[in-house]
Nanobody, 120 residues
Framework: QVQLVESGGGLAQPGGSLRLSCAASGSILLISAMGWYRQAPGKQRELVATISRAGSPYYADSVKGRFTISRDSPKTTVYLQMNSLQPGDTAAYYC??????????????WGQGAQVTVSS
């Protein structure tokens, strides 16, 4: 009932920038939390950043000061601005949005993933 569509990503040089977007649609009553995770080959999926319903951001230490999480005014789209990219940021990036449907069912939905590759 809730669908997430990611866009953005691609190839960047070290020190470059990329922006990811994740739009939620469907039978949404409210969104409680939005976040980004990433998974590099052979590694576990890890938290990158989250933004609470009140708008408070949280960042993993590895991206603090370089990445910025934000959302649009209707609060149905979450963004991840990635600056000063490093080869270690190479991974598939997934958005995750949680909330409640109009049927009063809680949901936690994942995006389809967007590949980010940082290489010279």
């Amino acid at each position: 009932q809730v669908q997430l569509v990611e866009s953005g990503g691609g190839l960047a040089q070290p020190g470059g920038s990329l922006r990811l977007s994740c739009a939620a649609s469907g039978s949404i009553l409210l969104i409680s939390a939005m976040g980004w995770y990433r998974q590099a080959p052979g590694k576990q999926r890890e938290l990158v950043a989250t933004i609470s319903r009140a708008g408070s951001p949280y960042y993993a230490d590895s991206v603090k000061g370089r990445f910025t999480i934000s959302r649009d005014s209707p609060k149905t789209t979450v963004y991840l601005q990635m600056n000063s990219l490093q080869p270690g940021d190479t991974a598939a990036y997934y958005c995750k949005i949680g909330g409640m449907t109009r049927s009063y069912d809680p949901f936690d939905s994942w995006g389809q993933g967007a590949q980010v590759t940082v290489s010279s």
